[in-house]
């Protein structure tokens, strides 16, 4: 299957302070690519799709101004959560989906995660 | 807008036991349905998927169901491990999805017991 990497792995800020999440194909070109929170014991909640060279589209309830997504390449996007707070620590997935990729059908690859805390 | 019903939340079997996990969905237009495995603090992995034009799939001890008309698609793993042992999620893509997104279930915690 298709290699997707997170950077960081895991990151502890102080509150106030912007973190950037970076997701990389590795091996693919990831014509979209989307980004997920996790909290514990919960299902994946998708935050917004990401399409390279626009902007993304957010789910319902996400702020697009604290969580911004950018797509300039077609192997790297980025999540920045911006002024961030103990209540968005969490467990952050990117995933990616490609033209021409290992699957024909947009099989989305996910990426190792980011675990973010916020103190 | 689409909806995932995923049961149960939790299941413990005996190692050597099957587990069937149930997603029920609201849509019928749907075309994609993927089962992943998330390990703790890992990735979820895909395990086995089915698109709508199939009703049965199966890789080695895993299997998955499509009913379409009763709108429920289950994961079969016969002869469990213990490094079966994790949570499971289910998914589809709707059709209507642009961009291709999932919709995702709210997982099972399975516990294989040796």
């Known amino acids: 299957g298709a290699v997707v990497s997170q950077h960081p792995s895991r990151v502890i800020c102080k509150s106030g302070t912007s973190v950037k999440i970076e997701c990389r194909s590795l091996d693919f070109q990831a014509t979209t690519m989307f980004w997920y929170r996790q909290f514990p014991k919960q299902s994946l909640m998708l935050m917004a799709t990401s399409n390279e060279g626009s902007k993304a589209t957010y789910e319902q309830g996400v702020e697009k101004d604290k969580f911004l997504i950018n797509h300039a390449s077609l192997t790297l996007s980025t999540l920045t959560v911006t002024s961030a707070h103990p209540e968005d620590s969490s467990f952050y997935i990117c995933s990616a989906t490609g033209t021409g990729g290992p699957s024909s059908y947009n099989e989305q690859f996910f990426g190792p995660g980011t675990r973010l805390t916020v103190l | ?114």
């Open chain 2, 1 to 114: 807008g689409e909806n995932v019903e995923q049961h149960p939340s939790t299941l413990s079997v005996q190692e050597g036991d099957s587990a069937v996990i149930k997603c029920t969905y609201s849509d019928s237009a749907s075309n994609y349905f993927p089962w992943y495995k998330q390990e703790l603090g890992k990735r979820p992995q895909l395990i086995i998927d089915i698109r709508s034009n199939v009703g049965e799939k199966k890789d080695q001890r895993i299997a998955v169901t499509l009913n379409k008309t009763a709108k429920h698609f289950s994961l079969h793993i016969t002869e469990t491990q213990p490094e079966d042992s994790a949570v499971y999620f289910c998914a589809l893509r709707p059709i209507y999805n642009q961009g291709g997104k999932l919709i995702f279930g709210q997982g099972t915690e399975l516990s294989v017991k040796p």
